[in-house]
């Protein structure tokens, strides 16, 4: 008896009949019929030119229409050779047949590889993911990698046949390496980061060493480099790391597949509580395992605890060695501070604190302006934003992170003879770290790098913690982040003497309730409403965007009668918002709305007497992938005693790897700290010293931010409920079009105050700009003074309402730069563009790594828009036409991402058009629609270069190019 040949679900679409050399009048999206075919048929559908892909409701090709699909493909154009290609062992192993495609020739060979699925794949998702897998496995086309993915048929292909299938578990493990390169793009620049891959690797699974030796997974080292088991490794560029989770387990990452495959059930999520509970463990049986591994080897082995639960943290007496205190946000963590200190000025010591351990000098470090100052004012110590003044008594400083090598560094104190000599003040007896997680983190904050840089104020902050009597640290959310610093910074201490008084969180007999939206709308909706009725708001946001425009809302709904003040980074220095800070408690309750950003600070206490509840509404929006669960629920606590908390936070979640050795290799890579890396190897690695301080804090601080934006509502949601709080989610079916009007308005006021901005002389201009760019406080109008100012000295064109819209982006200059760099490749070196597109049209043919000016010059002459007397503005762009340009981005695809740091659109051979716009948009140019015309019955759409936009560019790019000549000319008569 015969058996039953199997069958496979797919789509046929009758009326698309090989690859169109443009788009007719056939609608891409409907008339796909959905059949089960034996893969003879299937082959037969193929040959006669028919296009194929997934089965989908009512036979509309659409992503969320996808039913079922009973293949996934690979294209080839113009890599491997078709006999290379058939000698595959992959594709001899599961692959059902190869035909050619449309565009197959003897010089460049251009095919598909067609895997049959023993078992369907059920959603769209899946066969996008194993649709990358493939493409990343085999080398093949990675534009083909969406969920409503169409190939053509074609009437010429040459099929042949392999016959084998792709089973589930294969199909599984090229899913899960789409998915892992899916993942690792970050959601806010599109970069690269690692992530946790969903593959997995068995115990008795044969691992290649770097010497070339195979050795069962569980029997490696941590740290032994090795081969990548899940590509084709010729250099090692994978290393063994073990999980940082109480469960323990290892893993191999590898820097090329940006992913960490773990052994069997390892898992390495970070553990929040870990602080907390090596706490209680520590309590219960000291001392802490001193051969401890992951998290636990930051736990100091045997320190001493004071544990309470009080609603206001005791007293704290002074001890040297290190002291870590952990209490509530609101719990009287400066009052503790101001008691303590008054008794060190008064010599009040407990017995046994020796004269020599005795503090005579006192610093306070910090990372924000406004709660720095406010707390040097409170514990009486010199502010340094504050004129010195003369003092008998006790040194004293308070001062953030980033200023600190000021006061530390050495420096010349005088000469002798012709040699300088250099003093440096000695470090500071006693040394308090405010908000001490929030202070380390700073170190890899954009301000920091920008000012003194990370390696200065680490050295700064060293000098000081290794050189006290005793170091302080307090958060409402210390945690093993600080005592990995203070193991790194002060380690004898740190083995023995180290205080950690953790202060629990007071259960409240009744649960707070904290309202929890599902949409951004319903909560401005809320908002409105609320104000409206009286009430008076707190509300805050991660986004400075969305404050500004909230705040515009707010006006335009309930009328500019209505008192609202807002702080973002804009205003947060300025000395009536600085003031109005500073008398939070008692200013607040002058305006009925009061809307801010992060740059109202943490550590902000709005509380009133007796725990009155004198504010009505808090309200937080919150983005995902911006700050971290802690940093929300900070900025949500400024208000001790509301009436009621509303949130919306964006419910996205990432696979983002929180491993600190695999995250302290990422940013070796990027040279995060510089002094930190040895060198390239041969093959282009990385090589780094792996017991850097500086980079093991960062790596740690890094793997903490990934680990709460990996899960930021999960875990934002865990640490209010541990704080005695209770969830509500609501989804209430209201909002309107008001967020997006006020955008609008926010726009058009922010254009007239451009236009209105008067242009500043020599002198005004270069004090403004020296503020601006220190970070010092201006006004809004100083702020719109100085980006019209800047804008046309750096490009000697007047801002008018055009060039305003062009610019919404903030983003104009530099546009109008790279063209300048475009437009001056083809005046200098056309024939060297001409030379790359010659050679690159070669087989096998790859273009070299450049710089972007000269790439984009490349690509717009690959699209027919430049030649060597420059832009073409009249060149008829059509999808058809574009065909060298399509393969020039598919066969240097990586080069072009690595050299753009962007990715590509996964749609370039449907619709190039959108590709080289995205190319375009980096000198400001863009093709628009040019009419259409008909070709033989076919309807073929024209575009060609914006010629208003195009002249407005070439305007400012010549324009910006003889203003940098005149500078540069004047430098020149300056220097001679």
Not at 147 to 154: D, N
Not at 429 to 454: F, K, N, P
Not at 833 to 840: G, K, N, P, S, T
Not at 877 to 886: N, R
Request: net charge neutral; glycine share 6%; hydrophobic share 40%.
């Amino acid at each position: 008896m015969s058996s039953i040949p199997a069958t496979y679900p797919v789509s046929i679409n009758a009326n698309i009949i090989g690859k169109p050399t443009a788009p007719g009048p056939v609608n891409y999206a409907k008339d796909w019929q959905p059949m089960d075919v034996i893969d003879e048929d299937f082959i037969g559908h193929i040959s006669q030119g028919r296009a194929y892909s997934a089965q989908f409701v009512d036979g509309y090709r659409k992503t969320r229409n996808f039913i079922r699909c009973g293949f996934v493909a690979a294209d080839f154009d113009g890599g491997p050779s078709l006999e290379e290609a058939l000698d595959h062992a992959f594709i001899r192993q599961h692959a059902s047949f190869v035909h050619t495609t449309a565009s197959h020739t003897a010089v460049k060979h251009r095919y598909r590889v067609v895997f049959l699925l023993d078992e369907p794949v059920p959603n769209a998702q899946d066969f996008a993911d194993a649709q990358l897998g493939i493409a990343l496995t085999m080398g093949s086309d990675l534009s083909v990698t969406d969920g409503a993915r169409m190939f053509y048929g074609s009437t010429s292909a040459i099929v042949h046949r392999i016959g084998r299938t792709l089973p589930p578990d294969v199909f599984a493990k090229l899913r899960a390496r789409g998915r892992d390169a899916r993942e690792a793009r970050s959601p806010r620049n599109g970069g690269l980061l690692p992530v946790d891959s969903s593959r997995r690797l068995a115990g008795p699974e044969l691992i290649k060493l770097a010497s070339g030796v195979m050795v069962r997974m569980d029997e490696i080292r941590r740290g032994e480099k090795v081969h990548c088991p899940h590509h084709n490794d010729g250099d090692p560029s994978a290393f063994v790391v073990p999980s940082w989770s109480r469960r323990g387990g290892i893993g191999i990452h590898c820097s090329a597949c940006k992913a960490t495959f773990w052994l069997n059930d390892a898992v390495d999520d970070y553990d929040f509580a870990g602080f907390d509970r090596m706490c209680e463990e520590g309590r219960a049986s000291p001392p802490v395992d001193p051969f401890a591994e992951g998290l636990d080897r930051f736990f100091p082995p045997e320190p001493t605890f004071e544990k309470c639960q009080e609603r206001y943290l005791p007293r704290v007496f002074y001890k040297p060695g290190i002291t870590l205190i952990k209490s509530p946000k609101g719990s009287g963590k400066t009052q503790v501070l101001v008691q303590l200190l008054d008794d060190i000025r008064a010599g009040r010591y407990m017995h046994g604190i020796k004269r020599k351990d005795r503090p005579r000098s006192i610093l306070l470090v910090g990372h924000r302006q406004t709660l720095l100052r406010e707390a040097a004012a409170k514990l009486g110590l010199h502010c340094y934003l504050d004129q010195p003044t003369e003092s008998e008594g006790m040194r004293t400083l308070a001062v953030c992170l980033d200023s600190l090598p000021k006061y530390n560094e050495p420096y010349v104190a005088r000469f002798d003879g012709r040699r300088p000599i250099y003093e440096r003040a000695p470090p500071f007896d006693l040394v308090i770290i405010d908000e001490v997680e929030q202070v380390l983190s700073h170190l890899l904050s954009d301000t920091l790098q920008q000012r003194a840089g990370i390696e200065r104020c680490f050295d700064a902050l060293l000098y000081e913690v290794a050189g006290a009597k005793a170091v302080i640290g307090l958060d409402a959310d210390l945690g093993l982040v600080t005592s990995h610093a203070m193991r790194t910074m002060r380690p004898e201490d740190w083995e023995s003497r180290c205080r950690i008084i953790c202060n629990a969180p007071v259960v409240p007999v009744v649960k707070r309730t904290l309202r929890l939206f599902k949409r951004k709308k319903a909560l401005e909706h809320e908002l409105i409403e609320a104000i409206k009725k009286g009430q008076r708001c707190f509300v805050t946001s991660n986004s400075k965007k969305l404050v500004d425009t909230l705040h515009r809302m707010i006006l335009n709904e309930c009328g500019e009668g209505v008192s609202v003040r807002k702080i973002t980074r804009d205003n947060s220095r300025d000395a009536m918002q600085v003031q109005f800070v500073k008398d939070i408690k008692t200013e607040i309750l002058t305006v009925q709305v009061l809307v801010c950003s992060p740059s109202l600070g943490t550590g902000i206490d709005i509380t009133f007497a007796d725990g009155e509840c004198r504010i009505d509404r808090v309200f937080g929006f919150f983005y995902s992938f911006v700050n971290t669960h802690t940093d929300i629920d900070q900025q949500l606590s400024r208000v001790r005693n509301p009436a009621s908390v509303d949130v919306w936070i964006d419910p996205g979640r990432f696979n983002f790897t929180s491993n600190v050795d695999v995250v302290m290799d990422d940013l070796a890579r990027a040279y995060t700290v510089k002094r930190a890396v040895k060198g390239r190897r041969e093959d282009g690695m990385v090589e780094y010293d792996r017991d850097d301080p500086l980079l093991l804090i960062c790596a740690h601080v890094t793997a903490v931010h990934r680990a709460s934006k990996n899960r930021l509502l999960e875990l934002f949601c865990e640490l209010r409920e541990a704080n005695g709080w209770s969830i509500e989610r609501v989804d209430p079916n209201t909002g309107s079009g008001a967020y997006g009007e006020a955008k609008r308005m926010l726009a058009e006021e922010r254009a007239q105050m451009l236009l209105a901005a008067e242009t500043l002389p020599d002198p005004e201009f270069i004090e403004l700009d020296a503020r601006v760019t220190k970070g010092a406080a201006v006004t809004p109008h100083e702020r719109i003074a100085h980006e019209k100012n800047h804008f046309e000295r750096t490009v000697g064109a007047g801002l008018d309402l055009e060039l305003i819209e062009l610019n919404k982006d903030g983003r104009l200059i530099e546009r109008i730069v790279a063209l300048a760099d475009v437009t001056a490749h083809w005046r200098r070196a056309s024939d060297v563009i001409d030379h790359i597109l010659r050679e690159a049209a070669k087989p096998k043919a790859r273009l070299s790594r450049m710089k972007p000016p000269r790439l984009i010059a490349v690509l717009m002459a690959a699209a027919g828009l430049a030649d060597a007397d420059g832009i073409k503005p009249d060149h008829i762009v059509t999808i058809g036409a574009l065909s060298e340009f399509v393969e020039l981005c598919r066969e240097n695809r990586t080069m072009i991402e690595e050299a753009l740091s962007e990715p590509s659109r996964g749609d370039l051979a449907e619709n190039p058009v959108r590709q080289l716009n995205r190319f375009l948009q980096r000198i400001g140019l863009k093709v628009a629609p040019a009419g259409s015309v008909k070709v033989q019955g076919m309807k073929i759409r024209r575009y060609a270069l914006d010629r208003k936009r195009l002249e407005t560019m070439e305007m400012l790019a010549k324009s910006y190019r003889i203003e940098e000549d005149r500078r540069e000319h004047e430098k020149v008569l300056v220097v001679g």
